[in-house]
């Protein structure tokens, strides 16, 4: 008995497998990558930050500058100032340099913050976009992210032109 549902089982697989082989499937490929660098949302989405961490980038820049000057100031008078001056003026450098690094993490960790939120509206975008393509040209399933993807199932195009359109 445990044989022939065993039997009947794998026949059945069989039998499932080979319809489903039958049937042709709809498959499409999105390269996000390509939509997040090229998408006009994207493209408005990376301006809009370079806009918005501008003066505090050039902040940065302008500390990283006085660091480097106090510096070479500092390597320059060591021979002639007393040793404690040379003291006072490595701690003054050393706290520049703290505050300097401390101001370069927030950046970065508010640039990145501001930049996956960005995007995530970029994605969702996107995903709506590409979900109307699927319901439309019927497509079985649309992959977002693979190792390998023929060109011939390649719908980034479709997809970026579909952004443009949709403002």
Request: aromatic share 6%; hydrophobic share 40%; net charge positive.
């Amino acid at each position: 008995m445990k044989q022939a549902r065993r039997f009947l089982f794998f026949a059945l697989v069989c039998v499932t497998t080979q319809a489903l082989a039958a049937q042709e499937l709809k498959v499409g490929f999105v390269n996000t990558e390509r939509i997040f660098r090229e998408a006009g949302p994207a493209q408005k989405a990376q301006k809009k930050l370079e806009k918005e961490f501008a003066a505090r980038d050039t902040e940065l820049q302008k500390m990283g500058k006085q660091v480097r000057d106090l510096q070479a100031q500092a390597e320059k008078e060591a021979v002639t100032l007393s040793e404690a001056d040379k003291r006072n003026k490595e701690r003054d450098l050393a706290n520049l340099n703290r505050e300097f690094q401390r101001s370069q993490r927030e950046f970065r960790e508010d640039l990145n913050m501001r930049k996956n939120e960005e995007l995530a509206v970029v994605q969702e975008r996107a995903n709506k976009v590409i979900k109307d393509i699927a319901e439309s040209e019927k497509f079985d399933l649309i992959v977002q992210d693979a190792v390998f993807a023929s060109n011939k199932i390649d719908i980034t195009d479709k997809v970026l032109k579909a952004l443009a359109a949709d403002k």
